[in-house]
């Protein structure tokens, strides 16, 4: 098979895509809020739910296939990250699971300690930990960015992580400016101190392949609804952390993976239609970069992904032409055509003229799904002074938007810069 990007072939897929409202086509920029979610995922979702709805770990049919369910979606998160199937977990979204590993591993935390975390993250991934170390007498320390470059202060990193360090959170695509972080290097230097290390993959996890052993991080979260399935979370836990937590679970509750650190019945429906939404990733690798479906799964997720930010770079490059002649229009992000492998397709900006919010409505009533504020990056918004004075506007770009979607995004912004 060829390997070529066929967009018309892609957006198929998503039954959402073709909707329109009072005769005006919808145009989906809010992929870094949530993703739309292709047909297989709903129609395995359905399927789970008449067909195999029950709890697990009964000997009847329906229990039998909600045990089957289970594996087959922890080892396809397995492959979608290069794990192994028992070091994933799943839950409501990453912030529930950020707060029940932070609160796991605060208990081993002692008054003097100190935790790293990050100004550009998303607050996810912040104000869990930051409960944490309040509770435990446990000192935050901040990793900086550059508020010209939109980048980490890489330089603190050897003056902010010690010996005390407990902990290093940070965040591999910021969900506001869009850049990619070199984590790997943040989570070596934490490594390097002993501390645990956290990785926030939400906005990454639609766009680049993820790979947990070349980034060596502990703990990696991610959030399906994100990267086109199912309102859910998931969170790698490396296996040798995960077997020095004491968990937090019920008592009947059985010591195994994935049970001892999921407490409660999980949406075994959100576990099918992940796996559903993975599925299609590797889709993508076989119909657009020619790779064969007895591939293994993670070769066609990777070939994905890839051939997905292949055609998402022209997106970015089309984006960043048009959008820095805007005239009033400032970008809040890496604006370079020469750095696109830096960033993901999500563009913040202001306007001179315009509060954010009214940019956001104008383009809702042309159908332009858009948000504006500050997305909860709070730090980050903060650090560039905007958190109270409406944020900026969010432009976020899918693997399923259009050239033509783009343009007529960025006329309206100029209509409304003129
Ligand atoms: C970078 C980042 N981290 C964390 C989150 C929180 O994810 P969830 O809604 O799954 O808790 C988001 C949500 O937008 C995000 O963009």
Known sequence: MPASWDIDTVRAAFPALALTDDGKPRIYLDAPGGTQVPARVVERMSEVMIRSCANDGGPFRTSRDTNRIMADAHS????FLGAQPDEV???FNSTSLIFHFSRMLAREWQPGDEIVLTR?????????????????GVTVRWLDFDPDTFEYRYDMLDELVGPRTRLVACNHASNIFGTVNDVARIVAAGKAAGAVTMVDAVQSAPHLPIDVAAIGCDLLACSPYKFFGPHAGVMYVAAELRDRLTPLKVRPASFDMPWRHTPGTPSFEAQAGTQAAIQHIAWLGEHCAGFDSAAPLRQRIVAGLEAAGAYEAKLMDRFLERATSIPGLTLYGIASRNRLDARVPTFSFRLANR?????????AQENIFAWSGDFYAYEASGRIGLRDKGGVVRLGLSHYTTAAEVDRA???VAQLAA
Do not use: Q
């Open 76 to 79: 396809a998160v397995a492959a």
């Open 89 to 91: 977990v799943f839950g």
């Open 120 to 136: 550009m993250d998303h607050d996810g991934n912040v104000g869990p930990w930051l409960i944490a170390a309040e509770e435990r």
């Open 355 to 363: 509060a954010p919010a009214e940019i956001a409505d104008t383009l």
């Open 410 to 412: 960025l006329e309206v």
